[in-house]
């Protein structure tokens, strides 16, 4: 917990203000709660006993001194803490979600996505009421139960001794529980991440599961994972509600001692009855913050456990590091040096030698499985090379700024990424909007038509994942978008996959003009697409076994002749 703390203290220093306020409140609250206590001694021995008429006018005004000051206190204390916790939680989601951008390609293959979103919104909830609320409840608490050990020490010393003496017995069984608490918590927050994952899932493959309807397999995986959740939360529960029993069956042999002592000093005279009585319900109010205290601490392990999951991720760093030069605004040329590649103990490629120059069409071609989709993450520096080097402009690919080499490259993948936005944002993804180029690259990718046909034209919205769209459509969206930059390098990942004869011939050619100033890359099943590339590189399990134009490959290379009649089936 002392971590905890630490780690979260220098949030702190940018809201003294509004701590004055809520340590303002949390007084009112302790001093009035101990008051409510104090108070009942005068009501009884001053009005009802000795019927004094002054007390009884006096007595209604100061009960709603106490309790208006306790009503405000509580208000100023909630709104206050409020809002520190909003704000840190807030601060903290922003730095772990920048946190995760910068991590490697690797550690996204690794992780689910739906774990991911439960870590950023689930595990930072948890520790937001520990941050703010938990820490003036403590304090509120602890000022109240000093207060109200003031009054019973005040009252009677001797009482006081027997009604605290059990009080240490509680400590050992109560961090028992705290303990078993922390780890009930951790799996719950493990079971709710599987919860996230299995509706991230669900919905991400809807079409899947209504194609093969299986609706009720997946909501058989995910009723289970929510039972899991749930017996772990009714385990929780469980745990922390054995609190106030706990402290009341203690309580009660301290009652107890206190009713035989106090009983006999009020008969014989020693006590009145008004402050034997304001002692009793001082002692009661006091196992009430003391009862709280014991499940703040249990809730707190929730908290703790979250913290730990939360700093598990701040603790992924990336292993890709980003080199110091800006990359030139002339690409002439890209070489592979003896590249490898390894994904953890498996070889992706081995033994690349590859040159690219401005203004050839490279085409790379094999089976699936064969290393173009991993040559191309090396590109774009997703991964690093295991071994050998990458050469842009006979300088190594790992000393450009990562950014710039970036800005440089754009990507177009059989998978089209569509943000919930307009058509023209979507082009113009991550740059400054320009209409006018953006209707130029829509007319480029072959998309003007369709979009001028939508009632907005550039300004329609696109649903998530681009469900307004056919899939043809969403292709052509995404090459507008790599041309928009104007990028050095060009990769087309399977980009023609979605269209038709006709689109897929029209693309082609744009391809071919666009490909005059720049290095481009394709990764093509369908070979059609490919027959005016300068190069042909033919992969094989990681490796180039040919390279050559179209009408060599298809005199000398076996593998590409068979993939070559494979296509033309």
Request: charged letters at 20%.
């Amino acid at each position: 917990m002392k971590e905890f703390f630490k780690q979260y203290t220098p949030y702190y220093k940018n809201y003294k203000s509004q701590f004055l306020f809520a340590f303002i409140g949390i007084i009112l609250v302790s001093v009035s709660t101990a008051s409510t206590a104090y108070a009942i001694q005068p009501l009884l021995d001053d009005i009802f006993i000795n019927k004094d008429k002054e007390m009884l006018f006096i007595m209604p005004f100061i009960i709603i001194a106490i309790y208006t000051a306790q009503g405000f206190g509580r208000y100023i204390q909630a709104y206050y803490i409020s809002y520190i916790g909003q704000d840190i939680t807030r601060i903290v989601r922003d730095k772990l979600f920048s946190h995760v951008l910068t991590l490697d390609m690797d550690f996204f293959q690794k992780k689910h996505g739906g774990e991911l979103v439960s870590r950023i919104i689930n595990d930072i909830n948890r520790i937001q009421q520990a941050v703010s609320n938990y820490i003036a409840e403590f304090i509120r608490e602890v000022l109240t139960i000093f207060a109200l050990i003031g009054l019973v020490i005040y009252h009677s010393p001797e009482l006081a001794f027997y009604g605290l003496v059990v009080l240490p017995l509680a400590i050992y069984p109560l961090s028992l529980l705290a303990k078993r608490m922390k780890k009930l918590s951790f799996k719950s927050q493990e079971s709710n991440s599987d919860i996230t994952t299995s509706l991230s899932e669900s919905f991400n493959n809807i079409e899947i599961i209504k194609a093969n309807s299986t609706e009720k397999i997946e909501a058989n995986k995910f009723s289970i994972h929510n039972m899991i959740f749930f017996k772990y939360n009714m385990k929780a529960v469980k745990t922390n509600e054995l609190t106030s029993p706990l402290m009341e069956i203690i309580g009660s042999f301290a009652f107890a001692a206190v009713i035989i002592v106090g009983g006999s000093k009020v008969i014989s005279g020693e006590l009145t009855t008004g402050t034997f009585t304001s002692f009793v319900a001082a002692l009661f109010m006091l196992y009430t913050p003391i009862k709280r205290l014991s499940s703040l601490y249990n809730k707190m392990q929730d908290a703790l456990a979250a913290n730990e999951r939360i700093n598990d991720i701040f603790a992924q760093k990336a292993t890709i590091e980003s080199g110091e030069l800006t990359c030139p605004a002339d690409i002439d040329t890209i070489r592979f040096n003896n590249v490898e590649l390894k994904y953890d103990d498996f070889i992706a490629l081995k033994n690349i030698n590859l040159e690219a120059k401005k203004g050839e069409t490279i085409a790379l071609v094999g089976d699936s499985g064969g290393g173009k989709s991993s040559l191309i993450n090396l590109i774009i520096r997703f991964y690093d090379t295991s071994k050998g080097n990458i050469l842009v402009n006979n300088t190594s690919i790992k000393d450009f700024d990562i950014k710039s080499l970036r800005e440089n490259i754009s990507i177009v993948t059989q998978r089209v990424y569509i943000f919930n936005d307009t058509i023209a944002a979507n082009v113009a993804y991550g740059y400054e909007m320009d209409e006018i180029r953006v209707i130029e690259v829509l007319k480029q990718a072959h998309a003007y038509d369709f979009v001028t046909s939508m009632k907005k034209g550039i300004n329609t919205i696109l649903d998530e994942f681009g469900t307004n769209l056919s899939g043809g459509q969403r292709q052509r969206i995404a090459i507008a978008r790599a041309l928009y930059k104007n990028p050095k390098i060009l990769i087309l990942d399977e980009a023609t996959s979605a269209l038709d004869n006709k689109s897929e011939s029209i693309i082609s050619e744009v391809i071919q003009e666009v490909s005059a100033n720049r290095i481009t890359f394709i990764i093509a099943h369908r070979l059609s697409t490919i027959k005016n590339a300068n190069k042909i590189a033919v992969f094989k399990s990681g490796e180039i076994i040919s390279i050559g134009t179209e009408k060599e490959l298809l005199s000398s290379c076996n593998e590409y002749q068979r993939l070559y009649n494979s296509a033309n089936i």
